[in-house]
């Protein structure tokens, strides 16, 4: 089984309902013989991960706009540190299903908070490591909805509030599909052909950086 230098850090992004955790679980299936693979997610890959994301989809108590990014930092670094980093540092190969650039669009875009305030906090979260590729699921709010819907999946509390989540598409299109290692997917392809897609692109971006350890 192949093993990459430093490994290779891959975060799916997008509202929800683009089909992230389906194409997390093709990329695993395409990839899992030959790398050593793992695949996670944010928030909620670790037992205090778990308590975070409780917390923070349900809202039981009131959570106010700043000590909702920071619960997603703490979620952030207990990941990296107890998941992510060991893995890659391994010489895996790790997917996320969401990381940073979500925060961003979240608690930037939607929130309205300091983005160089939040980038500064998920770099420290994430001991400076960045994903070497991010796959960007772009999907209208209103086809995301439908999707939802059509799939009776139940609504968590920020996905309740509809004006929050078109801010969130315009945001991963302005904050996050421009950058140099993001890669813009049409999340309304069929699952099958995002898959391969995918599968293409990621083999591509690892013949282009991976160096394999002996």
């Known amino acids: 089984m192949k093993t990459i230098t430093n490994g290779f850090l891959i975060a799916l992004e997008g509202i929800d309902g683009t089909g992230k955790t389906t194409l ?6 395409a990839f899992s013989t030959t790398y050593k693979l793992i695949t996670t997610k944010e928030p909620g890959a670790t037992e205090l991960g778990k308590l975070l994301r409780h917390t923070l989809l349900h809202k ?21 540190n ?22 961003l669009v979240y608690q930037g875009y939607g929130r309205s908070l300091d983005l160089n305030t939040l980038q500064m906090i998920n770099d420290w979260a994430m ?31 920020i996905e309740q509030e509809t004006a929050l989540m078109h801010r969130l598409t315009e945001g991963f299109d302005a904050l996050v599909a421009p950058r140099d290692n993001v890669v813009t997917l049409d999340a309304q392809m069929s699952k099958e052909e995002l898959a391969e897609h995918a599968i293409t692109i990621v083999t591509e971006k690892i013949k282009a950086h991976a160096v394999y350890a002996q």
């Open 60 to 80: 039981e108590v009131p959570v106010c706009d700043k000590a909702e990014f920071l619960l997603f930092a703490t979620d952030r670094a207990q990941h990296f």
């Open 24 to 29: 997390c679980a093709a990329l695993a299936q």
């Open 127 to 157: 001991n400076g490591r960045n994903p070497d590729l991010v796959l960007y699921l772009q999907l209208p709010a209103a086809v995301a909805y439908q999707r939802m819907k059509a799939r009776n999946i139940p609504l968590n509390a």
């Open 82 to 103: 107890q998941v992510v980093l060991p893995h890659l540092q391994a010489g895996g190969i790790v997917i996320s299903d969401r990381m940073a650039d979500s925060s």
